[in-house]
Structures are given as structure tokens and as C-alpha cells.
């Protein structure tokens, strides 16, 4: 069914649960560009969550959990941003029956989503989880074509990963057991489900690389399986340190009419970023056919963060059912990560000798 895109009211308030890079530099940025309504914020560190509203004009700064939903209007809308082993505890402290979007992954593994959709269910939460690709401006761009039929049928997806990231900036990777895949290509996997529905299976090798030996691992290769006649494949790279020139991040999506080629550049030079682009082309008759080029207006970050809020918000108005990205949904992108590793962990079929 294609995606609701409308705006919700932007009257709901939003609560702000942990102020940190992500929120100042994404989730704020986008909420002001769309006018939405945030009135609260706490952290554990209090001038972090002052800070923050200082820097965006909240009115509300709080110095526990508590404070804030003591003073939280009925009909408010959570942002959780905290890191993920804080999720639980704050997912459990909320009241029955709130909306909530919570900053991806869903947990740390399969094991750990199931126990976030359960305590949603449990608590009646309206809940989505913040996998904010599917609606970066060029993948809804991206969407309208398809929407409109001019793209055929979709049967092959490639995602292209060749950068250098600059994984120190986060420290809590070197003690986690999963990194590539769960905190990165967890996108792309969300992108290619979003776009393909649920795939069949999943082969995947993630692998380590020798000047980062204190991460887990920080290339993948992961095919997702929708059968003889569909290509799905994410290749990422995050280690090459050879300068700019050679880096690119793409997504390419062909379908039986038309294709399309968006080059993403997040990722580039990293954090200075670089410009995206858009191109796609159609098959006409026969005419032959010439790639265009779309001018998009946004990008990844923050604009993408504008679509996750509006899904959670248009469901808790009532506009919609539930959010295009609910945890119901969402389980199944974390189903796919932990196919991924296990895939990884049992490896391919050896040659004959
Ligand atoms: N969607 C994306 O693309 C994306 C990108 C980056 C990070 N993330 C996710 O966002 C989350 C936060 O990442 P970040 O980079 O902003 O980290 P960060 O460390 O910069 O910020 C986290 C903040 O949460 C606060 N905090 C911790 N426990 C808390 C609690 N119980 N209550 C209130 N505040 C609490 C910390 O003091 C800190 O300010 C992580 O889960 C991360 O995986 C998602």
C-alpha cells in the first residue's frame, strides 16, 4: 500500500527522553523545519537536556524521568534517543497507552526486539521505531515513481557502501559484539523490506578489518533473498582510507520500465558530508531512453527524521492505523539483522577437495 505521506497537525507535544548527538543534530533540525510542537526535554545530565532546549527554544527542561511525565501533557508523544541498554527502562516508565518513537535498532538483538514489541503490546503503546531511510526526500522521490507505475516491476536493488567512517566517534561500538550490520546497514535492510516486503532468507559475511581490530566488524555483504528473479545486495565498506576520490555510497533500483540511481553522500567525508544526487530513467516506447537528473529538495539528515515522527504522529491522531514504521513492522527488519549474523557465524558452502 503506498506510503501516507500527509502532514500530521503538529499540534501533538513531543517529549524529548535523552539529549544527545543524535537529537540535537537530526531529530531537532528536522522538527523545526516541520513546525512540530516540542515542549519537553530530560537527560540524565541535566545540562545537556538545558543546553538542548536552549539551543531550540523548549520550554520544558526536566531533571529526572519522572519529573517530565509528571508535567506531560495527556495526549503527548515520547522521543526516546537514549542508547539502546537504556530503551527498556524508559520504555517501562512510560503510561499505558502513549505514543512513543524509539531510536533504532530495536534492542541489541532479535531476542531483545521481541522484548520491546511484547512490553508495547503489553502497555498498548503506540510505537515506532526511528528507521527514518525509508523517508529520506530521495527514497520518497524514489516511492512516487514506483507509486506511479513507471518504474515496472522492481527486480534489483543494490546498495554501495565504499567510505571511511570514523568509528571511534562512538565509543561504546568496541564493546559491543555487533557493529556493521546492527548499527549501519540495519538502514539498508530496513530500505530493501520497506521497498520489497519481507525476503526469504538471508545470506550475509560481515567482516573485521586489520587497522580497526578492537571493532567487531565493519564490512558486510549481505544478499537478501526474494527468489530467482529479484536482486537484493548491500555492500559496505567503512574502511577505506584513501581519500575522497574513490568513495561512494549509492543506491540503485531497476525495475522492468525504469531505474533509478541516487547517490547519497552522508557518508562522504564523513562528517563534512557531500552533495546527493538523483537520476533515474524510463523506458519509452521506442524512444531511446536518457538518464535524468531530479533535483530533491533534503537529505538523509535531517530530513528523513521529519517522516518517522509524522508516521508515529499521524497514527496517534487517529489519521492512520498504525505507523508505516511500527514495532509490528519493524521486528521483521530486526529478524532479518540477526538471519544476517547467523548466516555470517555458520559461513558458506565449502568446495569439494
Ligand atoms: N537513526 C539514526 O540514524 C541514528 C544515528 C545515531 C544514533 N542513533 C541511536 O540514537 C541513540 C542515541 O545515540 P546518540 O548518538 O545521540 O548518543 P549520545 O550518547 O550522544 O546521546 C545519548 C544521550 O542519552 C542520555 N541518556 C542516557 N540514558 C538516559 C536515560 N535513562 N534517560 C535520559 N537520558 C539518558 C545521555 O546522557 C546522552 O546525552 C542510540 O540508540 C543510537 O543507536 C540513531
Redesign the pocket.
Known sequence: MPLNTQSPTGRLPIYI????????D?HLPAYKIAGFNVQGV????YD?AKATADKFNIPGVFTT?EELLAKAAPNAVFDV????L??M??LKKLPQGSAVLV???MGENYEEATEILQLTRHKKLTAAI???LRYAPYILATKDLIDKGVMGELNDIEINVNVYTPWHL?D?LYSSPRVEIL?HSI?YIDLIRNLLGNPRSVYAKTTRHPSMPGLASVRSNIIMDYGDMIRANILTNHCHNYGTPKQQSYIKIEGSKGAIKINFGALIDYPRGAADSFEYILLEGDKVPKWKKMKIEGSW?PHA?IGSMSQLMLAAEGTIDRPDNSVEDCIHTMACVEAAYRSSEEGGVKPCQ
Open positions: 527522553i535523552g539529549a544527545g548527538s543524535i537529537v540535537n537530526a530530560v537527560d540524565i545530565v545537556k524521568l534517543a537514549v542508547p539502546g537504556e530503551t527502562a524508559v531510536q533504532k535498532p526511528n528507521f527514518q562512538w561504546f548499527y538502514h539528515f527524521f
